[in-house]
Nanobody
Framework: QVQLVESGGGLVQAGGSLRLSCAAS????????LGWFRQGPGQEREFVAT????????RYADSVKGRFTISRDNAKNTVDLQMNSLKPEDTAVYYC??????????????????WGQGTQVTVSS
């Protein structure tokens, strides 16, 4: 079993930046595909970013491309999401996810086995 805990959320003004971090415990996640998803008020959970096992491949939702960067530190068992130029529409609960079965980056939430509890990001206009 893998436990994931997100941190770094908060309230920020539009145009600002936040860095989310997700720490894993229970198992090393170096062989896991990792992802970030978000769920806004009254919305379904949506894909944000994903990173391959070795970190060489990343994919982003069109809505965050060029503003968000996903990275991982396999030695520290963490995955981060650097969010720049934040917009009010980025307001959501952000979740990290992990799966050991996936062979490459995946954008579908149902393909991930492990999830954190989420961290709230609120962007004011």
């Amino acid at each position: 079993q893998v436990q994931l805990v997100e941190s770094g959320g908060g309230l920020v003004q539009a145009g600002g930046s936040l860095r989310l971090s997700c720490a894993a415990s229970g198992r090393t996640i170096s062989t896991y595909v990792l992802g970030w998803f978000r769920q806004g008020p009254g919305q379904e959970r949506e894909f944000v970013a994903t990173i391959s096992r070795g970190g060489s491949r990343t994919r982003y939702a069109d809505s965050v491309k060029g503003r968000f960067t996903i990275s991982r530190d396999n030695a520290k068992n963490t995955v981060d999401l650097q969010m720049n130029s934040l917009k009010p529409e980025d307001t959501a609960v952000y979740y990290c996810a992990a799966d050991a079965r996936l062979s490459d980056t995946v954008v579908t939430a149902t393909r991930y086995d492990y999830w954190g509890q989420g961290t709230q990001v609120t962007v004011s206009s």
